[in-house]
Antibody, heavy 127, light 110 residues
Framework: EVQLLESGGGLVQPGGSLRLSCAASGISFGAYAMGWVRQAPGKGLEWVAAISISGDSGYFADSVQGRFTISRDNSKNTLYLQINGLRAGDTAVYYC????????????????????WGQGTLVTVSS | QSALTQPASVSGSPGQSITISCTGTSSDVGVYNSVSWYQQHPGKAPKLIIYDVSYRPSGVSNRFSGSKSGNTASLTISGLQAEDESDYYCSSYTSSNTLVFGGGTKLTVL
């Protein structure tokens, strides 16, 4: 059974930093690209970032570019999201998700869709 | 990158069919066969129900189907059931190497 377990969320002041983690089990973690998606309270889904299978390439939404860093440790089956310069608008549940195989894209940096999701970790930015 | 456009809400009676549209541009939906659909019940994580425009993951009911024409993708749910009442989101890869979601559609089963 595939399990993605996020941790690291919490209450942080504006301008602060957090490091989110996502521990994966039940999959060959090092064989898949991974990503993060967030959902502000009462709002829709927003793609945040994705990372290639090798970890060499990270991709970011314009809204977080320059403030967020995505990384992975394939030896620990763990995905990370470093969040700096937090703003009130970053308040959301952050979901870790595994990229699914696509018929139309293959390679190290494909991320067309997410087939498994964690339960999310809540990040609240407030003074 | 602007969000894909979905209707805020749709409704239908049990047994009926409904269709949810997802309109993008020639930089996302129109150019990539990457449209996916997610079902999200309140307080739960999203669940993938359609990927690559029209393919269902293993275990997803064949009452769910997807299609695309030009810059607009569609999700059809046939034989509506009470358990289908949920929020639905579309997503597409974009020419900017990003992913974009739709604003979400709340499905009410009357």
């Amino acid at each position: 059974e595939v399990q993605l377990l996020e941790s690291g969320g919490g209450l942080v002041q504006p301008g602060g930093s957090l490091r989110l983690s996502c521990a994966a089990s039940g999959i060959s973690f090092g064989a898949y690209a991974m990503g993060w998606v967030r959902q502000a309270p009462g709002k829709g889904l927003e793609w945040v970032a994705a990372i290639s299978i090798s970890g060499d390439s990270g991709y970011f939404a314009d809204s977080v570019q320059g403030r967020f860093t995505i990384s992975r440790d394939n030896s620990k089956n763990t995905l990370y999201l470093q969040i700096n310069g937090l703003r009130a608008g970053d308040t959301a549940v952050y979901y870790c998700a595994k990229v699914g195989a696509s018929r139309y894209c293959n390679g190290d940096s494909c991320y067309f869709h997410f087939d498994y999701w964690g339960q999310g970790t809540l990040v609240t930015v407030s003074s | 990158q602007s969000a894909l456009t979905q209707p805020a809400s749709v409704s239908g009676s049990p047994g009926q069919s409904i269709t949810i549209s997802c309109t993008g541009t020639s930089s996302d939906v129109g150019v990539y066969n990457s449209v996916s659909w997610y079902q999200q019940h309140p307080g739960k994580a999203p669940k993938l129900i359609i990927y690559d425009v029209s393919y269902r993951p293993s275990g997803v009911s064949n009452r769910f189907s997807g299609s695309k024409s030009g810059n607009t993708a569609s999700l059809t749910i046939s034989g509506l059931q009470a358990e289908d009442e949920s929020d639905y989101y579309c997503s597409s890869y974009t020419s900017s190497n990003t992913l974009v979601f739709g604003g979400g559609t709340k499905l009410t089963v009357l």
